[in-house]
């Protein structure tokens, strides 16, 4: 029991930052995810008087994937009735060729922006529609999600902080006695903090496999799951390799700090 | 004979404005027992402290079993600690830790196997007669028997020099006698040199010694 009350301040501590960092690593998976998907389903729009050099504009603009001259038939299709068809070619030829560009990602206004500007550089490009009003909008809402996230990790992170600062000073209350004692019989400071270390590597340890539980559990929820789908996604929740190594790095740095800290604080009785 | 310690000219203070010990010079022989003696706030403890480096000398030199104290690295006086035993009068005993690991303590710290580790600390525990508490924490103990396995912590690694500040200080007369058997043992058997830091010699001793006696900053050895 004595031995839990010891471990559990700075687990309880490690785990809430881990947690917060985890959530934070979901959102932005999900987010990026997310914009892929979007990115799938938005184009602009180029309007040319000339047919325009394909390879030429994707090699001048890296944010774009493809480009595609639309046909103008389903147009024509309809102003068919009574049109011969020497006039139905020469309507072809008068007009305007249409282009749909599919972008690598889905982009900030700022990067519409600068494509539509560089695009009209070329005399030829009439217009170029962004859908700008739906586009703006989406992409402020995710903005404006991640912002939220990161606040909320943040907070938590600055909390638990505090939370661990206020652990550094029972530490070291409870270790300098012993470090102290140590060092009266002569034992070098590797030795007298190595009880220390030990305790930080072993919450961390404790707190990282804890998150890995949690977020192994969730990643595996049905419940996780139908929501993903729900939104048209697929994201890792949880990478039991990379994540996890992550939370342990992150946990190992947090406990070391503190338990070094101590080590350097520690001042011998006169 | 071989001088444990040799003080020249030697002034400790805690602050600068006051000189606790004012410019004293004294020799102790190697394997002798050594009591010193004073009024309260007379700097005996002071004097103790500054033999095992916890206090450096504000001025003179100190030196304890070849080593210098003024301006001694950590390395050399972690040396000087594991070849002295220390007994406090507030015990410092580890909380977290058994009996049997306190007694371990110095031996853990020089490096013995834990076979020796063992051994040592079964072979102590029966001579302070606290065998059957080797399993308990400090504060389980009466402050008696807390005293007891201080005085077997400072003997385990059968230490060259072995300082006591007020080992008996309210003692019972039982611990008090253990005690004092105990560190005289040292002295006849270990050829350790033992300094005491008392209030009161007791009547009966078993070995010879020297007195020396702390007033008004300086020491002098009593006849």
């Given at each position: 029991?004595?031995?839990?009350?010891?471990?559990?301040?700075?687990?309880?501590?490690?785990?809430?930052?881990?947690?917060?960092?985890?959530?934070?690593?979901?959102?932005?998976?999900?987010?990026?995810?997310?914009?892929?998907?979007l990115s799938n389903n938005y184009s602009l729009?180029?309007?040319?008087?000339?047919?325009?050099?394909?390879?030429?504009?994707?090699?001048?603009?890296?944010?774009?994937?493809?480009?595609?001259?639309?046909?103008?038939?389903?147009?024509?299709?309809?102003?068919?009735?009574?049109?011969?068809?020497?006039?139905?070619?020469?309507?072809?030829?008068?007009?305007?060729?249409?282009?749909?560009?599919?972008?690598?990602?889905?982009?900030?206004?700022?990067?519409?922006?600068?494509?539509?500007?560089?695009?009209?550089?070329?005399?030829?490009?009439?217009?170029?529609?962004?859908?700008?009003?739906?586009?703006?909008?989406?992409?402020k809402l995710l903005l404006l999600f991640k912002?939220?996230?990161?606040?909320?990790?943040?907070?938590?992170?600055?909390?638990?902080?505090?939370?661990?600062?206020?652990?550094?000073?029972?530490?070291?209350?409870?270790?300098?006695?012993?470090?102290?004692?140590?060092?009266?019989?002569?034992?070098?400071?590797?030795?007298?903090?190595?009880?220390?270390?030990?305790?930080?590597?072993?919450?961390?340890?404790?707190?990282?496999?804890?998150?890995?539980?949690?977020?192994?559990?969730?990643?595996?929820?049905?419940?996780?799951?139908?929501?993903?789908?729900?939104?048209?996604?697929?994201?890792?929740?949880?990478?039991?390799?990379?994540?996890?190594?992550?939370?342990?790095?992150?946990?190992?740095?947090?406990?070391?700090?503190?338990?070094?800290?101590?080590?350097?604080?520690?001042?011998?009785?006169? | 004979?071989?001088?444990?310690?040799?003080?020249?000219?030697?002034?400790?203070?805690?602050?600068?404005?006051?000189?606790?010990?004012?410019?004293?010079?004294?020799?102790?022989?190697?394997?002798?027992?050594?009591?010193?003696?004073?009024?309260?706030?007379?700097?005996?403890?002071?004097?103790?402290?500054?033999?095992?480096?916890?206090?450096?000398?504000?001025?003179?030199?100190?030196?304890?079993?070849?080593?210098?104290?003024?301006?001694?690295?950590?390395?050399?006086?972690?040396?000087?600690?594991?070849?002295?035993?220390?007994?406090?009068?507030?015990?410092?005993?580890?909380?977290?830790?058994?009996?049997?690991?306190?007694?371990?303590?110095?031996?853990?710290?020089?490096?013995?196997?834990?076979?020796?580790?063992?051994?040592?600390?079964?072979?102590?525990?029966?001579?302070?007669?606290?065998?059957?508490?080797?399993?308990?924490?400090?504060?389980?103990?009466?402050?008696?028997?807390?005293?007891?396995?201080?005085?077997?912590?400072?003997?385990?690694?059968?230490?060259?020099?072995?300082?006591?500040?007020?080992?008996?200080?309210?003692?019972?007369?039982?611990?008090?006698?253990?005690?004092?058997?105990?560190?005289?043992?040292?002295?006849?058997?270990?050829?350790?040199?033992?300094?005491?830091?008392?209030?009161?010699?007791?009547?009966?001793?078993?070995?010879?010694?020297?007195?020396?006696?702390?007033?008004?900053?300086?020491?002098?050895?009593?006849?």
């Amino acid at each position: 029991m004595k031995s839990l009350r010891n471990h559990l301040s700075l687990v309880v501590a490690l785990l809430s930052i881990l947690f917060s960092l985890q959530t934070f690593i979901i959102v932005d998976r999900s987010i990026n995810a997310y914009k892929d998907n979007l990115s799938n389903n938005y184009s602009l729009v180029v309007v040319s008087q000339k047919i325009l050099n394909a390879n030429f504009i994707i090699n001048q603009h890296k944010l774009i994937k493809n480009i595609v001259l639309l046909s103008p038939d389903k147009v024509i299709k309809k102003l068919n009735h009574g049109i011969s068809k020497k006039n139905i070619d020469l309507l072809k030829l008068s007009l305007p060729k249409f282009y749909k560009l599919i972008l690598l990602q889905y982009p900030s206004p700022d990067e519409v922006n600068n494509l539509t500007k560089s695009l009209l550089r070329d005399t030829s490009v009439i217009k170029v529609e962004t859908f700008s009003k739906s586009h703006d909008t989406t992409y402020k809402l995710l903005l404006l999600f991640k912002t939220v996230i990161s606040v909320f990790a943040f907070s938590v992170g600055i909390v638990t902080i505090l939370l661990i600062s206020k652990e550094l000073k029972i530490w070291q209350f409870k270790h300098t006695e012993r470090m102290s004692i140590m060092g009266l019989f002569g034992a070098p400071t590797w030795l007298s903090s190595a009880v220390l270390f030990r305790l930080a590597f072993v919450d961390a340890l404790i707190a990282s496999v804890f998150a890995f539980v949690i977020f192994s559990y969730v990643a595996s929820s049905v419940w996780v799951e139908e929501q993903l789908e729900n939104i048209g996604i697929t994201v890792v929740v949880f990478d039991p390799i990379m994540d996890f190594g992550i939370m342990l790095g992150l946990a190992l740095l947090l406990s070391t700090l503190l338990a070094t800290l101590i080590v350097i604080s520690h001042k011998e009785e006169v | 004979m071989d001088k444990v310690i040799v003080a020249d000219n030697l002034s400790l203070s805690y602050s600068k404005d006051e000189t606790i010990i004012n410019k004293v010079s004294f020799s102790i022989d190697s394997g002798s027992f050594v009591f010193i003696t004073g009024a309260s706030g007379s700097g005996k403890s002071t004097l103790l402290k500054s033999l095992y480096g916890a206090l450096k000398p504000q001025e003179g030199s100190l030196v304890v079993a070849g080593v210098e104290l003024k301006g001694v690295t950590k390395s050399k006086l972690n040396l000087l600690r594991k070849h002295t035993g220390i007994v406090f009068q507030d015990y410092k005993l580890v909380k977290e830790w058994t009996i049997e690991k306190n007694i371990m303590l110095p031996l853990i710290i020089s490096g013995y196997d834990k076979t020796v580790q063992q051994n040592q600390v079964d072979t102590l525990l029966k001579h302070v007669r606290l065998k059957h508490q080797a399993g308990k924490y400090p504060q389980e103990l009466s402050g008696g028997e807390q005293q007891r396995v201080a005085m077997a912590r400072a003997l385990s690694h059968n230490p060259v020099l072995i300082l006591a500040d007020e080992p008996t200080g309210n003692l019972d007369d039982y611990s008090s006698q253990l005690i004092w058997n105990l560190l005289e043992g040292a002295n006849t058997d270990l050829k350790s040199t033992v300094i005491v830091v008392t209030h009161h010699i007791p009547e009966s001793m078993g070995v010879d010694y020297k007195h020396f006696h702390i007033e008004y900053g300086s020491i002098h050895e009593v006849a």
